[in-house]
């Protein structure tokens, strides 16, 4: 049997003028073509902001403003657990374009018109959770 693995990921929920920021995984990688909320690997040293922060700058190059702790997620597959560690966050600094750093498309959508697009895993499970929070319909009013 395999040893499980585990995995702490830094996951950031990108909120803008209503609207949440998605990615779509490169065809190559796990879950390729499906779509997700930017971040990754919590390096060691790093606390969950700090991977957010750079997780976004490596991925879509846009810096962020952390604004507040969103609900997290567990889940296993394989012999992996993955403990995703979310945030609330938007633009540092005003609006800049996102990039496709490492996916293969990306853009702002209505977080309601989202349910037909195929998410990977643990973001399914979250967008799931974001739907039916009050919370997060509150920030999506602010931001």
């Known amino acids: 049997m395999s040893e499980r693995i585990n995995?702490?990921?830094?996951?950031?929920?990108?909120?803008?003028s209503g609207k949440v920021y998605i990615?779509?995984?490169?065809?190559?990688?796990l879950w390729g073509g499906k779509w997700e909320f930017p971040g990754g690997s919590i390096e060691k040293g790093e606390?969950?902001?700090?991977?957010?922060a750079r997780e976004y700058?490596?991925?879509?190059?846009v810096p962020v403003k952390i604004l507040g702790?969103?609900?997290?997620?567990?889940?296993s597959f394989e012999n992996y657990h993955v403990e995703m560690f979310c945030r609330y966050c938007t633009f540092s600094g005003g609006y800049k374009k996102p990039e496709m750093y490492e996916a293969s498309d990306g853009f702002f959508i209505n977080p309601f018109e989202i349910n037909g697009l195929p998410f990977a895993r643990g973001h399914a499970l979250l967008k799931d959770i974001l739907l039916k929070s009050s919370e997060f319909k509150a920030i999506l009013g602010k931001y």
């Open 7 to 16: 995995i702490k990921m830094a996951t950031g929920i990108f909120v803008y």
């Open 23 to 29: 990615q779509k995984r490169l065809d190559n990688d």
């Open 47 to 52: 606390i969950v902001e700090q991977a957010l």
């Open 57 to 61: 700058i490596e991925e879509t190059g």
């Open 69 to 75: 702790v969103a609900p997290g997620i567990c889940y």
